[in-house]
């Protein structure tokens, strides 16, 4: 049964990895007011605005999400900016004076290791011998080296100030099934993850989400929610119903495992030896399958992922914060730590 939740720098480089729908239709049913709001009329029947929200419901959540990312990184500059005005007013001197001194005039050039590792570790992006980009390879890291210092720095501005930030990102409420959720179930944050077990971001995701319920042990629950893309990965749906057929039988993770480690590996065969690898009933898991057990909860699944807005996988929930495609740890630390100070900050309240 289906319930509702509120749903580095130097010489790391980020790429967020998604596998893509090539198209969706977006729908939600959002129920229909009373009196509905007209916006149009055809031969006298009505176009009501629930119907308009309906049908671009997924593009409006993106276009959400969209406008928080683009405040949310608006607000940190003028943060920084305020910060630095303060300290250098307070100093008596400018702020290109005040970073130069702080910033600026800590930082140590390059060293020609530095330059050859960071050379190294790009090659085959830079495609070009040494000897042409080593400069550009150096200023690139001076650069990285004061931006780095200057978020330390800023850092310990934000310390020792007040700030209060009230601007918060957009929830959707996202239904969550007991039966494909690990981790504490009483956790104060709930992470519902969309994904395709062919999807090699999707495999490449599952390291990071691993690491995230290991690094907040009892205060995460991790749920798994199919989103087959058929038109890329034909045989994906096929192993999602079989993962749920194994969790019939109380081993949904260990088939979950067992597909992402052997992907794309999921013919009638592979799917029956996954089965018999983790010591499932064979005969059981037979039924199952040739049944079509769980083809609409499969297909529930693929339909509320396309109402969400979701084009691509892997996407992920976090108390209903959306996050997307393969992102880095420092992505889910960033929001899970927000979600924490939150609750923390909620309970304290509630205390006084």
Known sequence: MLRPVLTSRLFTFLFVGLCLLPAAGLSENRG??????????????????????????????QLRQQEYELKSKALGKIIAKRLLETEAAKQGITVDQLTDREVS?????????????????QRDKVQRPFSDVRMQLRQALHQAKILQAMEQYLSQLKANAKIRITLSPPRVQVADDPKRERGNVNAVVSIVEFSD????????????????????????????????????????????????CAGDQGKFWQYHDALFTNAPKASA??????????????????????????????????????KLGITGTPAFFINGRFVNGAQPLEKFVQIIEEELAFTQKGASSAHR
């Open 197 to 244: 077990y062919h999807c090699p971001f999707c495999k490449q995701a599952e390291t990071v989400v691993a690491e995230v319920l290991a690094k907040y042990d009892g205060q995460v629950r991790v749920v798994y929610r199919d989103f087959p893309l058929d038109n890329l990965h034909p045989h994906a749906r096929a192993a999602a119903e079989a993962a749920s």
């Open 269 to 306: 065969d592979d799917l029956k030896g996954y089965a018999i690898m983790i010591g499932l009933d064979a005969d059981q898991f037979d039924r199952c399958m040739k049944e079509n057990t769980h083809r609409d909860l499969v297909q529930r699944d693929v339909e509320e992922a396309t």
């Open 105 to 121: 005039a800590k930082i140590d050039e390059p060293t020609d290791a530095e330059v050859e590792a960071y050379y190294l570790a």
């Open 32 to 61: 229909t007011a009373t009196k509905p709001t007209p916006v149009a009329t055809i031969d006298g029947s009505i176009v009501s605005e629930a119907d308009l929200a309906q049908t671009v419901a997924g593009q409006l959540q």
